[in-house]
């Protein structure tokens, strides 16, 4: 785990993934780790979080960035596949500040299915 911002306390994602907080993992690579949300929104709820911090979405630049974006969204897509997600669908979500429903500033992808989805969301 790569932490860039020396100064900031350690998220709660941080955490997870020192394992200093438990979790139930259901992926893990040497960028990315996917875990169970506490709170599931839907009968299947996992988050993939990149191990280096980005805070926010908004905040992701240059190449470095792109290359753990990218990653994150393709094993987001494997983790969905590996959970029986593929053949009905299931719903990415990224949220950003404080009005988009960020709760850790930690950029990480919600992974939902399991049910019908609405749209509009939330």
Request: proline share 9%; aromatic share 4%.
């Given at each position: 785990?790569?932490?860039?911002?020396?100064?900031?306390?350690?998220?709660?994602?941080?955490?997870?993934?020192?394992?200093?907080?438990?979790?139930?993992?259901?992926?893990?690579?040497?960028?990315?780790?996917?875990?169970?949300?506490?709170n599931?929104?839907?009968?299947?709820?996992?988050?993939?979080?990149?191990?280096?911090?980005?805070?926010?979405?908004?905040?992701?630049?240059g190449?470095?960035?792109?290359?753990?974006?990218?990653?994150?969204?393709?094993?987001?897509?494997?983790?969905?596949?590996?959970?029986?997600?593929?053949?009905?669908?299931?719903?990415?979500?990224?949220?950003?500040?404080?009005?988009?429903?960020?709760?850790?500033?930690?950029?990480h992808?919600?992974?939902?299915?399991?049910?019908?989805?609405?749209?509009?969301?939330?």
């Amino acid at each position: 785990m790569v932490r860039l911002y020396q100064e900031i306390p350690m998220t709660l994602f941080e955490k997870i993934i020192a394992r200093q907080i438990p979790a139930d993992i259901v992926y893990e690579d040497n960028l990315v780790l996917a875990f169970r949300d506490i709170n599931p929104q839907a009968p299947i709820h996992v988050l993939i979080v990149p191990k280096r911090v980005i805070p926010r979405i908004g905040e992701a630049t240059g190449p470095a960035d792109q290359s753990v974006l990218g990653h994150l969204l393709v094993q987001a897509a494997e983790v969905a596949r590996r959970l029986g997600l593929a053949e009905n669908g299931y719903r990415l979500v990224i949220n950003n500040g404080p009005d988009g429903g960020e709760t850790v500033p930690h950029l990480h992808c919600h992974i939902l299915g399991g049910r019908l989805l609405c749209w509009p969301p939330g």
